[in-house]
Every structure is written in C-alpha cells, then in structure tokens.
C-alpha cells in the first residue's frame, strides 16, 4: 500500500505545485462568487465552496506532509553521507533522532567551536 501512496502523493505534490493548479483553483473561486447572484447568496451556494475547500485542504495535508517527510529523510541521507566521508565529526550522523534539550546542547557545542575557531583565526564579522 505504501509504494502506492507514495507514488500518489509524488503525483499529487508534482501537480499542486504547478501555475496552471493555481489558475484553475483561482479560476473556481472566481467562478464561483459569480454565481452567488444567481444562487441569491443562499446558504447552499457558501456550503458548497466550503465543504470543497475542507475537504480538499484536509486531503492534501497528509499528501504534502508525506512528500515533506521524504524530502526531509532524503536531504538528512545526504547531509549524513557529507559528514561520513568529511572531516566532520561521525557523532552528528543521526542528530536529528535527539530530543529537543540533546539538540540545543549539540547545537550550543557546534556554536562554541565556531566561536573558538573563529578567535583563533583572528576572523570577526
């Protein structure tokens, strides 16, 4: 089920970000007030663009979240591969399993070495 949704969720992410997406939402809305003087501005014509809109921004929510996830662990591959094959330290790999007070304390050490590096270079911003 997984690689089905997957490829889904690509298509689906591929195709809202697109100008012509856009065109064709705005263009509904657009279309859509039009008609309110035909419908007399009833309650029917307001529910039918809100029950659209819900549903499809709760749909493309966990679309959008899904091809986030994946660009988030592809780009955290590849940041963990530059750190395997550089000088970094090996003790990043992974950083971002930690918990919030691991992260700021890794994140406090990596700032204080940059400070320290940087006063004995004599470099100031």
Avoid: Y
């Amino acid at each position: 089920m997984e690689p089905i949704f997957t490829r889904f969720a690509n298509k689906m992410s591929d195709l809202a970000g697109r100008p012509a997406t856009f065109a064709i939402a705005f263009l509904s809305i657009v279309i859509w007030g039009l008609c309110g003087p035909v419908f007399d501005f009833s309650q029917n014509w307001q529910l039918a663009v809100n029950t659209t809109t819900t549903i499809t921004t709760f749909l493309m929510v966990f679309i959008l979240q899904n091809s986030q996830n994946r660009d988030g662990q592809a780009l955290q591959a590849k940041l963990d591969e530059l750190i395997r094959t550089s000088s970094a330290e090996n003790r990043f790999m992974g950083i971002e399993e930690l918990d919030g007070k691991e992260l700021r304390k890794a994140r406090d050490d990596i700032n204080g070495k940059a400070q320290a590096q940087e006063h004995s270079t004599g470099s100031a911003e």
